[in-house]
């Protein structure tokens, strides 16, 4: 394997850390300040994301996220990885450029398994950053980690669907931009395991869905984003808006997430990243006990550990990556486990460790510590929990060593 990159992507890199440093960073605290500026803190889209992202539409960083298609930045997975990884220095930074989660699992669903007239009606206002997207899997009534528990239902009438069912953390739901939902539930519980669940579109304004409440995490709103409890109730849509058929929906759920853990993992690398910087900077500029904090001998051991560990998340990403372009998502799964049980745990730890270099100024809103440090918590457990991940990866290496070939599945 080797991790290099061509002219196009060194460009691309070049052009998109220093719209980051010029723009996105200063452009934080602007965005807050509008945000409790405006009547309700989900009545509106701060006006300076709509710059910025107007900005880094003209300067061709926009899209980069969609590989192997002309609608997006034509980048493989390895290629987009250093570049997610500096959108992910900032809270707000993926959006600015329109690779923000769950839009961009939800435009790939959109591109790869929807139907010409799905992808004129949703996919192409999705692309030109005209309207955000929800993603409706979880439910608070069963474990949603094992999909197959999804208890939603979505049963043909006629020429149409009807949806009931009660989902939770539905990312990006309260965004007044939000009009699409992709929805998942039981089309037939008498089906094989797998077979059961179907992925439909559900635009958000349809008569009998409901926005019951938004979700904070740690405190946070992530306001005008946030994460929706959404009700459906007695919801009528098209059979036309169905994904791929009846039946598909775990299969979708599998291409989805593959890419989604793994834009996920090169963001977390951009966010630990960031918190060393602020822990370098901030350690030798300050002093205690008659020395500088870079003098004194922990402060150099968390240095020190944190680069060891971001280094190595970074190759096991790229390695990820790499596989994902070379031999597919399916072969790449172990690979993919392993990043999403390593990344969130390293963000954390380095993160956490800046936030006590930096002492108050660590847990407060004038750095971005304490924000990145909620999000990396989230992600042990979004996309699949961790012991998920390990129970998979587990049973992937002891398959190794069955015997005549005989699966292991008792883990």
């Known amino acids: 394997m080797i991790f290099s990159f061509g002219e196009k992507v060194k460009r691309l890199h070049n052009e998109l850390e220093q719209f980051m ?12 300040q509008q945000l409790n500026e405006q009547a309700t803190r989900w009545s509106d889209v701060p006006p300076v994301m709509e710059e910025l992202k107007a900005k880094a539409r003209q300067r061709g960083l926009w899209n980069l996220f969609l590989p192997d298609s002309e609608l997006g930045g034509g980048l493989t997975n390895l290629e987009y990885a250093p570049l997610c990884e500096w959108m992910g ?15 961009t699992g ?8 929807g139907t010409e007239e799905q992808k004129k009606r949703w996919l192409e ?45 539905s990312s990006g739901a309260g965004d007044p931009r939000c009009k699409i939902a992709i929805v998942m539930g039981k089309t037939n519980p008498d089906a094989p395991r797998h077979e059961q669940q179907s992925m439909i579109l559900v635009p958000l304004h349809t008569k009998g869905v409901k926005i019951e409440r938004m979700l904070p995490v740690f405190g946070y709103d992530h306001a005008p ?14 059979a036309s808006n169905i994904l791929l058929g009846e039946g ?16 996920h993992c090169m963001r977390l690398i951009g966010a630990a990243e960031r918190a060393l910087e602020i822990l370098c900077k901030r350690v030798r500029d300050r002093e205690a006990f008659g020395k500088r ?28 990556a790499y596989m994902m372009d070379t031999v597919g ?14 990344a969130p745990s390293m963000a954390l730890k380095v993160i956490d460790r800046a936030i006590q270099a930096l002492g108050g100024a660590g847990v407060s809103g004038d750095y971005p510590l304490a924000a990145h440090w909620a999000n990396a918590r989230t992600l042990r457990l979004a996309d699949g929990p961790d012991e998920v991940h390990k129970a998979q990866l587990a049973k992937l290496e002891l398959r190794k060593y069955s015997e005549r070939g005989r699966e292991i599945t008792n883990v």
């Not at 939603?152 to 949806?163: F, K, Q």
């Open 329 to 342: 998502n399916k072969e790449a799964k172990a690979e993919i486990a392993m990043i999403k049980i390593v």
């Open 106 to 113: 939800n435009m790939e669903v959109l591109e790869r398994y």
């Open 225 to 238: 984003h946030g994460h929706g409890e959404l009700t459906f109730t007695d919801v009528r849509v098209p």
């Open 248 to 263: 598909k929906g775990f299969a979708i759920a599998q291409g989805r997430l593959g890419p989604g853990r793994i834009h």
């Open 293 to 320: 904090l870079a003098e004194q001998g922990v402060i150099g051991e968390w240095i020190a550990e944190s680069r060891v560990e971001i280094e190595q998340a970074r190759l096991l990403t790229l390695k990820a």
């Open 125 to 169: 206002p999705l692309l030109k950053g005209e309207i955000r997207s929800c993603f409706s899997m979880t439910e608070p009534d069963v474990a949603s980690s094992d999909a197959t528990n999804i208890e939603a239902s979505i049963i043909r009438d006629g020429a149409e669907y009807v949806i009931n069912g009660r989902k939770w953390w």
């Open 89 to 103: 220095r900032s809270i707000i930074g993926p959006e600015v450029f329109n690779c923000n989660a769950p839009d």
């Open 21 to 32: 440093v010029e723009q996105v960073y200063p452009a934080e605290a602007i965005y807050e």
